[in-house]
């Protein structure tokens, strides 16, 4: 799809790690039989607080449990920070795992409430760790980090940090001190989680076995059928950006089996069924997902398939909730808004939009990316091609990311570097977007093969290297149009 996975969380494991951190402290009534086989089997609040023990999801019903459970025990005894803590933390997961950003005020003023019980300054670290999850939430990255590097120096060994930081320092574009948090947290703690947030960080680095092995990891670590659909559904994730739909669509459909309402599993085998020319099925799964997750990105997507699959004005009604909903405080919306008003829309909205993006400091390979498009469909490609450098030069191999930077330097005459990067879009991913891959197929064509001519050093220019000859599965040739496409 055109909205690469390049920061899709599939749950807030820094959300979970601030409601494992309180639960046993704060929460004395959910921790009787728990581990007495005497007693009966936990329930739905107590499933959802041991899920998070181990950064790990708990299901919505489950978590619904915990945040009514909270509320009641709250009702009765409205001095008990840490139940005040979980209960915000909850509030945060659970908008996070259904695109609801109105339960974020909800999060924040039980967060407010815990740290006013108990200040930071005598010891509430929990509150304190749960403001950070709730800013990354929010995409506030700077915030998330403030929050989150005040409770590492109170407290180093504490695990549950760690996933909020690193999703703080991705956010803002500082890798080294999110590859960093990432092996503290390694050191620290194990499970599925941390082998899954491994996954993604090996993955950002263009390590792509290492991400493959690390994801296969979780998925043998995990423990309930929640936490094994969603490490399944990130060996799905990394199939597809590796250009290879069926593997996904046998992830994604193994996760759905355990999970059928993953809303990320769906999208994601949504997107690869496409791929295969299996429309239908591909629609289906997409509205599923937007029933249950209608996040910008799904929306973007499913826009983006409906045009290509001429369903016009099915795509019109996707792109128009993109125009008038309101998607406050989401990590993912001012990328995904900008990439959306860039071509389907005012570029020069999406530079707007953007360039305050960067100006806040937040500086990822997303952002970057998405505001060099917007720069180069606004009529502004030198400008345009030092932010698409940035966002291919960090290591992610994202064929999105390739496809611009090589249109960006095919209108500069860059004729070389556009044919490398052109090329290498189509082999990482062939169908990497319904609408964009059928014009890298024709950039590339149009590009053509090197001349013949002198050596460029001869013509005073620089060397320019030949197209890269795609590798792997077969995938079209240069003119063919990817399975799935609209002609």
């Known amino acids: 799809m055109k909205t690469e996975n390049v920061s899709r969380t599939v749950l807030a494991a820094g959300v979970g790690a601030v409601i494992a951190a309180t639960a046993l402290l704060y929460a004395p009534e959910l921790a009787p ?106 995409g506030d990255w700077k915030s998330a980090r403030s929050w989150a590097e005040g409770v590492r120096t109170a407290d180093p060994k504490r695990w549950s940090t760690y996933p909020v930081l690193i999703d703080a320092y991705n956010g803002l574009g500082e890798y080294a001190s999110a590859r960093k948090a990432m092996d503290r947290l390694r050191e620290l703690h194990s499970g599925a989680a941390v082998s899954a947030r491994a996954a993604l960080t090996y993955r950002d680095r263009g390590w792509r076995e290492d991400a493959s ?42 996760a759905l089996g355990l999970a059928p309402e993953h809303a990320p599993a769906l999208a994601g085998r949504g997107r690869a069924l496409a791929a295969l020319g299996r429309s239908d099925e591909a629609v289906r799964d997409y509205r599923a997902a937007l029933a249950l997750q209608p996040v910008p990105e799904y929306v973007l997507e499913a ?28 990590s993912d919306a001012e990328v995904v808004l900008g990439l959306f008003e860039a071509d389907h829309g005012d570029p020069a909205a999406a530079v707007r939009r953007l360039k305050a993006e960067w100006t806040r400091g937040h500086r990822s390979v997303r952002v970057a990316d998405a505001l060099g498009w917007a720069l180069y469909r606004a009529g502004e490609p030198k400008e345009a091609l030092g ?25 500069l005459e860059e004729l070389g570097p556009a044919r490398r990067h052109l090329a290498e879009a189509l082999r990482i991913n062939p169908w990497f977007s319904p609408l964009l891959a059928v014009k890298a197929q024709e ?17 005073g220019g620089s060397p320019k290297p030949a197209a890269p000859k795609p590798d792997g599965q077969e995938k079209p040739e240069p003119g063919q149009r990817p399975r799935g496409t609209a002609a």
């Open 303 to 330: 826009g983006e398939l409906f045009e290509s699959l001429g369903m016009p004005e099915e795509a019109q009604a996707q792109y128009g909730l993109l125009r008038t909903r309101v998607w406050a405080n989401r």
């Open 33 to 138: 039989g728990l581990f007495d086989d005497r007693r009966p089997p936990p329930g739905p609040a107590a499933r959802a607080r041991i899920a998070a023990e181990a950064g790990a999801p708990a299901s919505l019903p489950d978590l619904a449990a915990l945040i009514g459970d909270r509320e009641k025990w709250l009702a009765k005894h409205p001095e008990d920070e840490g139940s005040w803590a979980v209960l915000g933390a909850a509030y945060t997961e659970r908008g996070v795992r259904l695109g609801d950003a109105s339960a974020y005020p909800r999060a924040e003023r039980a967060l407010r409430r815990s740290l006013a019980v108990v200040p930071a300054e005598r010891g509430n670290v929990d509150a304190r760790l749960g403001l950070g999850a709730l800013a990354n939430a929010r």
């Open 213 to 254: 092995a690390a994801a296969l990891d979780a998925v043998g670590l995990a423990e309930t059928a929640m936490e094994k659909a969603v490490a399944l559904s990130r060996l799905g994730d990394l199939a597809w950006e590796r250009g290879e739909p069926e593997e996904a669509v046998a992830q994604y459909g193994t």
């Open 387 to 411: 932010y698409a450098k940035r966002a291919t030069d960090e290591g992610l191999r994202s064929a999105l990311f390739a496809y611009h930077r090589g249109e960006i330097e095919r209108t």
């Open 443 to 459: 950039a590339v064509a149009e590009v053509g093969e090197p001349s013949d001519g002198p050596p460029p050093e001869l013509r």
